[in-house]
């Protein structure tokens, strides 16, 4: 067979003798090792051992072969000892696949495959460069021959290196670094699982980062340092290198992210940040691929490519972090600090790996323990601010609280003295004739409304600065809101002198919305449009719906807003009128516009020219898609607009609490405020018998003890505010059926369905229309009176139907049940009835007044006869039999007060077939 030799020939065979050592692990001299280049690939051990002119040359050699070769490595040792030698030889070789041969006396007595593809189980050890065991008995001389694969560079990074190892101490080296992987990676996966959980808390990018360097650096420590190869397939290496790799693409990348979104570099270095973005998907890109190109014969090769990338982009991050931190960026200051850990303890690793630095006892884990202090210098960090972000937060959240506070009391405080301007306003207009006197009266609403406007945006404003302010979308038709806020407008438009057009589909809308915050929207872009459109000019408006949109166009024809404005126009407080025509608004109105738009998930946006008009378009989104759980409310939203028609003037006449004539219904006022208690007790006295009482606990104190037909309360009142006027009299089984209507400055959703859930029955925003108080209160009582009316003539009705409260229906339920029980009982009395119903006669006597209309003798009465008018209906007993059966002692008195309740005899009800 024909060899080339490509080796210089040595003519002597050295052989390494070993003596008696104390140490576990020795370096065997690099120039007993021999080195040959079989070219052709296809000698066989026995072709070595039976041609004695092999060249076998220096390991050092190889590297002037130019060519694909199969490289063969020789080495001799001899046991010089009196006792039995065990090692295991260890190569610093890359070698995919190759065998050992293990050779005494020129007969082969063993066989080892090595490499890394070979599966763990036929390898001496577990490890990626070569092992063999090598047993010398006393005295004994074995050669060691070692090929690796045809087409196999054996070169490496490191300085060569052969070594003898006792197998004890590398199984217990290996086990060592198991634990040691191990232990690691459940550091680091501690790390990455309280990053995650902040991440599931806060929201915060930055911890989910952070989480993904801990566990891709856990991962990359786990496949290092463990036998971990066997869970994947074959047992082999390769594809735990191949993981390892991939592991080092996801450092990179979440160590990437992670710097980014510390440091800000898209707002601090807005073109830099690119730049490392892109370097870093580079850096990533020979990892990721290493399932394509990965073998030790290829690793080398790659390696100074891939640790180049590793350097600069190591570099590069080094440089925008120092740069950010020479700014004064106290975020860059402190990944500058923790960088280093990592920085120093890799460079010191890849010292020991060159041999640079001797090793010591706990040197492998160098780079380990610098990721671990790396990983918990930016665990303490980031937990440090967040818990100082936490503090601050509480701070403004406090800060938040006392400011809606303040702005709820001063709010308060400015509509209490509009109410007192309003309200006698509005009851003189009502009374003047005289058209000069009337304009001027007209002017002073006008503007106290417009002071009524401007409280309530500068509310607004101070919620949404205080995040006090939630969205409470319901599902409903936009069009007919719509429809019907613009109807609202056409009056003034005309008065105006203003042609307003509306085109909306006449299909359903459907859509989530928050009426109390779109009224507000349409609110200030009409009134904008009808006060910067001339007379003559045109408002027209717009409903339709684009890529799951739903869009609102106002435009309007008049002078226009200049481009130096229109970039400005949605700010606070700034104010354009000036450009538009001379009249200035108070820069609050499309500041709110915009913040209510954004509070739907909507945009708002406009286009102007000056000279050719205004167009502001609004755009919501459809669904609820993009709505929180806590946004969305079951119960419609939608009533009337914010700017409505005025109330229709209507008599409101004398109400009656009961029966007798002459008698005006007894009304309890409570309110702290002298002006307006006085003002209000003016308003109603022509109409009611009204009492007074100062704060809250007297007013409760006065409903319990004389219980008035109806009850007004202000809200907010010291001792006793309205909340718990209504909790205590609704509470009360002597007040729980009066109605009551609360009065206050609030003007927040969350406060009025407090109020309701408390038991208030009406709900009136200061400051309000005397008128629409009168009826309110006239409704309520009709409304009560009604039901009583029901229950003295109706044969049907239960006692659900006419009870207001739950504790009112459980009280008639039980009454009734009583008297139905003791029907046939003649002498069934009020004072068994009050027994029964824990109550005196005369608290019994008041209650059934104030919920039926009746004495308790009437109630008994009205129970018996209403019995027997079902039992005369179904037409099966006598009128003797029902007389008897209903508790009445005598079927003529029966037969009287039948007639005396349904107009006719029982005997002709009978026939008539009444029920």
């Given at each position: 067979m024909l ?7 040595q003519s ?9 050592h ?5 370096t065997?001299?690099?120039e ?10 296809q ?6 051992l ?15 072969v130019?060519?694909d070769?199969a490289a ?5 040792l ?10 295991l ?31 763990v ?5 577990y490890?990626t460069?070569?092992?063999?065991q ?9 050669t060691v021959?070692?090929?690796a694969s045809y087409g196999?560079?054996?070169e490496r990074c ?7 190892v006792?197998?004890?101490r590398?199984?217990?080296?290996l086990?060592e670094r ?6 690691f990676f ?8 309280i ?7 806060l929201r ?7 989480a993904?360097?801990?566990?891709a650096?856990?991962?990359?420590f786990?496949m ?10 074959g047992?082999n290496v ?5 993981f ?5 693409a ?7 992210l992670?710097?980014v979104d ?5 707002t ?15 850096t990533?890109?020979i990892p990721l691929?290493?399932?394509l ?10 390696m100074?490519?891939e640790?180049?990338?590793y350097?600069?982009w ?12 020479w700014r004064g960026?106290?975020?860059a200051?402190?990944?500058l600090?923790?960088?280093t850990f ?26 380990e ?9 930016l665990f303490?960090?980031?937990f440090?601010?967040?818990n ?6 509480e ?11 303040f702005?709820?009391n001063i ?5 209490t003295?509009?109410?007192?301007m309003?309200?006698p306003?509005?009851q003189?207009?009502d009374?003047?004739?005289?058209a000069?006197d009337?304009?001027?009266?007209r002017t002073?609403?006008v503007?106290?409304?417009r002071?009524?406007?401007?409280v309530?945006?500068?509310l ?10 939630d ?9 007919v809101y ?8 056409e009056?003034l438009?005309?008065?105006?002198q ?5 085109d909306a589909?006449d299909s ?14 349409f ?11 001339p007379a003559?000019?045109q408002?027209n408006?717009?409903l339709s ?16 807003i ?6 400005n ?7 354009a009128?000036?450009d538009?025509?001379?009249k ?5 109105g ?14 708002v ?11 502001f378009t609004?755009?919501?989104?459809l669904g609820n898609?993009?709505l ?6 079951a119960t419609?939203?939608?009533g009337k ?10 008599h ?15 009304l309890?006022?409570?309110e ?24 809250g ?6 409903a319990?003890?004389d ?13 006793k505010?309205g909340?718990?006027?209504?909790r205590?009299?609704k509470a009360?089984l002597?007040?729980?059926?009066v109605?009551?209507?609360?009065l206050?400055?609030?003007?927040d ?8 859930e ?10 309000f229309?005397v ?5 309110q209160?006239?409704n ?5 009176q009604?039901?009583r009316?029901r ?10 139907e006419?009870?207001v ?14 008297v139905?029980?003791n029907?046939?009982?003649s002498?069934l ?6 027994a ?9 006597n008041r ?15 009205s129970?018996r006869l209403?019995?027997?008018a079902?039992l005369?209906a ?12 209903c508790?009445?002692?005598s ?8 007639r005396?309740?349904?107009g006719v ?5 009978v026939?008539?077939g009444?029920?």
């Amino acid at each position: 067979m024909l060899v080339v030799n490509w080796l210089p020939a040595q003519s002597a065979f050295p052989v390494y003798e070993y003596s008696d050592h104390t140490d576990e692990v020795l370096t065997i001299p690099e120039e007993l090792l021999r080195a040959f280049a079989d070219t052709s690939g296809q000698l066989e051990l026995e072709d070595i051992l039976s041609d004695s002119t092999t060249p076998f040359g220096l390991h050092g050699d190889l590297a002037r072969v130019d060519q694909d070769y199969a490289a063969w490595f020789r080495i001799r040792l001899t046991n010089t000892t009196e006792r039995e030698v065990i090692k295991l030889i260890n190569y610093y070789l890359f070698v995919e696949r190759g065998e050992a041969y293990v050779v005494e006396n020129n007969q082969v007595i063993r066989t080892v495959p090595v490499g890394a593809a070979v599966p763990v189980a036929e390898k001496d050890l577990y490890r990626t460069d070569p092992y063999v065991q090598l047993v010398l008995p006393p005295g004994a001389t074995r050669t060691v021959y070692l090929r690796a694969s045809y087409g196999e560079s054996v070169e490496r990074c490191c300085p060569f290196l052969i070594q003898l190892v006792n197998p004890e101490r590398q199984w217990r080296r290996l086990v060592e670094r198991g634990a040691a992987g191990y232990f690691f990676f459940g550091v680091l996966l501690l790390f990455c699982g309280i990053g995650v959980l902040a991440y599931w808390l806060l929201r915060a990018r930055l911890f989910l980062y952070f989480a993904g360097v801990m566990l891709a650096f856990g991962v990359y420590f786990l496949m290092d340092k463990s036998i971990f190869s066997l869970s994947f397939p074959g047992g082999n290496v390769w594809g735990h290198s191949v993981f390892e790799h991939w592991a080092v693409a996801a450092v990179f990348l979440f160590l990437a992210l992670f710097v980014v979104d510390y440091v800000e570099a898209f707002t601090r270095l807005p073109r830099g940040v690119y730049v490392y973005l892109g370097l870093t998907a580079l850096t990533m890109a020979i990892p990721l691929s290493s399932v394509l190109w990965f073998s030790p014969t290829n690793l080398s090769k790659v390696m100074i490519y891939e640790n180049g990338l590793y350097l600069i982009w190591t570099i590069y991050t080094f440089t925008m972090i120092g740069v950010l931190a020479w700014r004064g960026v106290s975020q860059a200051r402190v990944l500058l600090v923790g960088i280093t850990f990592l920085f120093v303890g890799s460079v010191l690793s890849l010292l020991l790996i060159v041999g640079i630095i001797p090793r010591f006892r706990f040197s492998n884990y160098l780079f380990e323990a610098s990721t671990v202090i790396f990983g918990g210098f930016l665990f303490r960090e980031l937990f440090s601010g967040f818990n100082e972000l936490r503090q601050q937060n509480e701070v403004i959240r406090e800060s938040g609280a006392l400011r809606s506070k303040f702005f709820a009391n001063i709010t308060h405080e400015f509509r209490t003295p509009l109410t007192l301007m309003l309200g006698p306003l509005r009851q003189v207009i009502d009374n003047t004739e005289d058209a000069n006197d009337l304009a001027m009266l007209r002017t002073a609403e006008v503007n106290a409304e417009r002071q009524l406007e401007l409280v309530d945006q500068l509310l607004d404003l101070s919620r949404l600065d205080a995040q006090a302010m939630d969205l409470q979308a319901s599902y409903d038709d936009f069009a007919v809101y719509f429809r019907r806020l613009v109807s609202a407008y056409e009056s003034l438009a005309a008065q105006r002198q203003i042609t307003l057009t509306l085109d909306a589909p006449d299909s359903p809308v459907m859509l989530y919305f928050d009426q109390g915050k779109t009224d507000r929207i349409f609110y200030n872009l009409l009134s904008n449009a009808l006060k910067f459109t001339p007379a003559g000019g045109q408002v027209n408006l717009a409903l339709s719906q684009d890529a799951g949109q739903l869009v609102v166009r106002i435009r309007d024809t008049g002078p226009g807003i200049g481009p130096e404005t229109l970039t400005n126009i949605f700010d606070r407080f700034f104010m354009a009128g000036t450009d538009r025509t001379g009249k200035q608004g108070t820069g609050i109105g499309l500041a709110l516009v915009r913040e209510m738009t954004h509070l739907h998930h909507g945009e708002v946006g406009v286009q102007s020219k000056l000279g050719e008009g205004t167009t502001f378009t609004v755009k919501l989104p459809l669904g609820n898609a993009h709505l929180e759980s806590h946004e969305i409310v079951a119960t419609s939203t939608v009533g009337k607009p914010l700017l409505e028609p005025e109330y229709p003037t209507t008599h409101v006449g004398p109400l009656r609490g009961e029966a007798s004539a002459g008698d005006l219904a007894n009304l309890l006022l409570v309110e702290d405020n002298d002006e307006i208690r006085d003002f209000i007790q003016q308003m109603l006295t022509p109409h009611y018998a009204v009492t007074l009482a100062r704060d809250g606990a007297e007013g409760i104190r006065l409903a319990l003890a004389d219980p008035p037909d109806l009850i007004i309360s202000d809200l907010m009142m010291p001792k006793k505010d309205g909340y718990e006027v209504c909790r205590a009299l609704k509470a009360d089984l002597r007040t729980s059926h009066v109605p009551i209507i609360l009065l206050t400055a609030r003007t927040d959703r969350t406060d009025r369905i407090t109020g309701l859930e408390e038991g208030a029955d009406a709900y009136l925003t200061k400051p309000f229309d005397v008128r629409e108080l009168l009826m309110q209160a006239s409704n309520l009582i009709r409304s009560r009176q009604v039901l009583r009316e029901r229950f003295a003539t109706s044969i049907t009705v239960a006692p659900s139907e006419i009870a207001v409260s739950s504790l009112d229906r459980d009280f008639m339920e039980k009454a009734v049940a009583y008297v139905e029980a003791n029907l046939d009982s003649s002498t069934l009395s009020v004072d068994e009835l009050a027994a029964e119903m824990e109550t005196s006669r005369s608290g019994l006597n008041r209650k059934l007044r104030s919920l039926v209309d009746q004495s308790s003798n009437q109630f008994i009465q009205s129970i018996r006869l209403q019995r027997a008018a079902q039992l005369l209906a179904a037409g099966s007993v006598s009128v003797k039999e029902v007389a008897y059966a209903c508790g009445f002692s005598s079927a003529t008195y029966f037969a009287k007060q039948f007639r005396e309740r349904y107009g006719v005899a029982p005997s002709q009800y009978v026939e008539s077939g009444e029920k």
